[in-house]
T-cell receptor, first 110, second 114 residues
Framework: EDQVTQSPEALRLQEGESSSLNCSYT??????LFWYRQDPGKGPEFLFT???AGEEKEKERLKATLTKKESFLHITAPKPEDSATYLC???????????FGKGTMLLVSP | NAGVTQTPKFQVLKTGQSMTLQCAQD?????MSWYRQDPGMGLRLIHY???????DQGEVPNGYNVSRSTTEDFPLRLLSAAPSQTSVYFC?????????????FGPGTRLLVL
């Protein structure tokens, strides 16, 4: 059974204080690992897809990395507008049935 | 493109009532799916469809019914609502359903069952 565990559940940072969010996964035949951002009252917004161990992707202050067991979302010099819940999800061999973690709620204080 | 749209945004039902949550996409995506999101549980797959006329069950299908008569629309039906179905419902779509494709989500429908 696929499992996705995100840590920490919640993270509070000061503006400019860099940190990382973790997503560990257990899945047979990983096809893709997805990071989404979700703002309160809205649907998940796509950030990154990673396909194989060693892959990295960047977007503004965010950088996602992937190993064979986990993925990290690094946030460099965060701003208050980065406050959101960050969701990690995986797909395995077959169709695009996403298995989600429970998310990390990030709060960046000015 | 409007992307993935969902209606209504918010709905209150009484136990036993029925309703249909609407989902539409204008991206010509073959794959569509429904998730529910509950506090502490994350997003869980209810039903999905890989094309018109084809549907299948996800992790939590009980109490929900779906059909897919067109590529654009994928409605979710609650036949007899229960308080346990109080949740936020999200519809998502992707081009063909291959496991490496990005899925795009709608804004959600918030359902309260009394």
């Amino acid at each position: 059974e696929d499992q996705v565990t995100q840590s920490p559940e919640a993270l509070r940072l000061q503006e400019g204080e860099s940190s990382s969010l973790n997503c560990s996964y257990t899945v047979s035949g990983l096809r893709g690992l997805f990071w989404y951002r979700q703002d309160p009252g809205k649907g998940p917004e796509f950030l990154f897809t990673l396909y194989s161990a060693g892959e990295e992707k960047e977007k503004e202050r965010l950088k996602a990395t992937l190993t064979k067991k986990e993925s990290f979302l690094h946030i460099t010099a965060p701003k208050p507008e980065d406050s959101a819940t960050y969701l990690c999800a995986v797909t395995h061999s077959g169709y695009s049935t996403l298995t989600f973690g429970k998310g990390t709620m990030l709060l960046v204080s000015p | 493109n409007a992307g993935v749209t969902q209606t209504p945004k918010f709905q209150v039902l009484k136990t036993g009532q029925s309703m249909t949550l609407q989902c539409a996409q204008d991206m010509n995506h073959e794959y569509m799916s429904w998730y529910r999101q509950d506090p502490g549980m994350g997003l869980r797959l209810i039903h999905y469809s890989v094309g018109a006329g084809i549907t299948d069950q996800g992790e939590v299908p009980n109490g929900y019914n779906v059909s897919r008569s067109t590529t654009e629309d994928f409605p979710l039906r609650l036949l007899s609502a229960a308080p346990s179905q109080t949740s936020v419902y999200f519809c998502a779509s992707s081009y063909s359903g291959a496991g490496q494709e990005t899925q795009y989500f709608g804004p959600g429908t918030r359902l309260l069952v009394l």
